[in-house]
């Protein structure tokens, strides 16, 4: 239950951080949005609220009196919420979590009875859904309707072309998947020197910048590698990595994906951000509960 104007949140924000970006980051909304709610507000109040310079956002004198005055009611409202809790059971509200083979969500789900001890309001209902390029782009592309989040990699590439926003968790190291019965799935770790003569499937290039960086390296040092383009990631392209006997690209969180296959850390620094896909207007729900997560994260 909201109790104020969202420009209210983004003014206290944007007090305490000196920043619309920083405020508009906290809050899960773009700058261009909290500096509108600022714009609006200051309107209503009839005076300037910030000065704005190169340096940042420094409060006026009314300004300094108005963030002070609301800090107070804030924290009575708070005070009263939680009493009126006590006294009432909260009705639940679902986070709609869409999972995949390649998107299981393994690790967000193992968290999140903790997360619920402290919002117990909060329920994860688990949507399942195929990894085809026009499905997942689909889903990205209209998070918050059917689904409200995605537990997966990303790059900016990915959000500009999905139009979709990231609570980032986590840079996960990229691997090379190999079949269980090529003598490489035998090795404690490998290096690109073990694929002399042998073969890498990969995204196309340009889909993901991290992963062109793999791509660049074997190019510049290992002419001899073949690399084989793909253009989405799916339970077909581990199939093809078991049947040709090759290696494939591929993301530490798919250890279970195929039977067959193997994924195998390497000697590289490569790695791809990780975490939770939402829509750029998220609801309060996704909101508070992305609020919820960070809170859990920043104890551990």
């Given at each position: 239950?909201?109790?104020?104007?969202?420009?209210?949140?983004?003014?206290?924000?944007?007090?305490?951080?000196?920043?619309?970006?920083?405020?508009?980051?906290?809050?899960?909304?773009?700058?261009?949005?909290?500096?509108?709610?600022?714009?609006?507000?200051?309107?209503e109040l009839g005076f300037p609220l910030f000065v704005r310079t190169h340096r940042g956002l420094k409060l006026t004198p009314a300004g300094q009196s108005f963030y002070t005055d609301m800090k107070k009611i804030l924290s009575s409202t708070d005070l009263a919420v939680q009493r009126a809790r006590e006294k009432a059971e909260?009705?639940?509200?679902?986070?709609?979590?869409?999972?995949?083979?390649?998107?299981?969500?393994?690790?967000?789900?193992?968290?999140?009875?903790?997360?619920?001890q402290k919002e117990p309001w909060m329920e994860l209902e688990l949507v399942d859904y195929r990894n085809n390029v026009d499905n997942a782009h689909s889903i990205l592309?209209?998070?918050g309707t059917g689904i409200d989040v995605v537990q997966a990699f990303y790059d900016q590439q990915l959000l500009e072309r999905t139009g979709c926003q990231a609570y980032f968790q986590k840079?996960?190291?990229?691997?090379?998947?190999?079949?269980?019965?090529?003598?490489?799935?035998?090795?404690?770790?490998?290096?690109?020197?073990?694929?002399?003569?042998?073969?890498?499937?990969?995204?196309a290039e340009g889909l993901f910048k991290e992963m062109d960086a793999v791509r660049q390296e074997v190019r510049r040092h290992y002419p001899e590698i073949r690399i084989e383009d793909f253009s989405v990631f799916g339970i077909r392209i581990f199939s093809r990595c078991e049947n040709e006997n090759i290696a494939l690209l591929a993301v530490d969180d798919w250890q279970e994906v195929h039977p067959l296959v193997k994924l195998m850390p390497v000697r590289w620094n490569h790695t791809i951000p990780f975490g939770i896909l939402y829509s750029r207007t998220p609801s309060d729900q996704v909101r508070w509960f992305l609020?919820?997560?960070?809170?859990?994260e920043t104890k551990r």
């Open positions: 239950m909201k109790l104020f104007q969202p420009n209210i949140e983004t003014f206290l924000k944007s007090a305490e951080t000196g920043s619309f970006s920083k405020a508009a980051a906290q809050l899960y909304i773009s700058v261009p949005a909290a500096a509108r709610q600022i714009n609006v507000l200051e309107k909260l009705q639940p509200s679902r986070i709609r979590l869409g999972i995949s083979m390649l998107a299981p969500g393994t690790s967000l789900i193992s968290e999140f009875p903790t997360l619920r592309a209209n998070l840079n996960m190291p990229l691997r090379l998947a190999v079949p269980v019965r090529n003598p490489l799935s035998e090795k404690q770790e490998l290096c690109l020197e073990d694929l002399r003569g042998s073969a890498i499937l990969m995204p609020k919820a997560l960070q809170q859990a």
